[in-house]
């Protein structure tokens, strides 16, 4: 799959964003190794600390599904679902990633022009995990 087609399958995920209290919309697609895309967005919730990212519902949803080995992640979001700006996931997220996902993970961000490409370890250099 191109970083375009998962860019694609991330702003259509946006459509599911429920962001009543930030009106901020975010979407993203996480293509398994065996080729499955999981796609998710992000959840609010009144007290904020119950809120869900997108990136988070989507890895947490292929996990929970049994799914382990994960090659790449698109992640789009804006105000109002109009994709203008780069949306990186938050530190939470790339902390989640680390724990399914090598440090050549790659990230693709869109801006509604164009893609960056990351990888997980240039967004969390240093990242925490068990001893392996």
Do not use: W
Not at 13 to 24: N, V, W
Not at 91 to 100: I, L, N, P
Request: proline share 4%.
């Amino acid at each position: 799959m191109t970083a375009q087609e998962l860019v694609n399958k991330a702003v259509e995920a946006t459509r599911g964003s429920y962001s009543p209290y930030s009106g901020f919309t975010v979407g993203a697609a996480l293509l398994c190794e065996d080729g499955e895309v999981f796609t998710a967005a992000n959840v609010e919730n009144a007290s904020y600390s119950a809120t869900m990212c997108g990136e988070r519902n989507a890895l947490f949803y292929a996990a929970a599904q049994g799914k382990r080995k994960f090659t790449a992640v698109a992640i789009v979001g804006g105000h109002g679902g109009k994709i203008e700006d780069f949306c990186p996931p938050c530190g939470v997220c790339r902390q989640a990633y680390s724990e399914f996902c090598s440090p050549d993970f790659k990230i693709y961000l869109y801006n509604g022009r164009e893609i960056r490409e990351y990888t997980l370890g240039q967004l969390l250099p240093e990242s925490f995990d068990l001893i392996k």
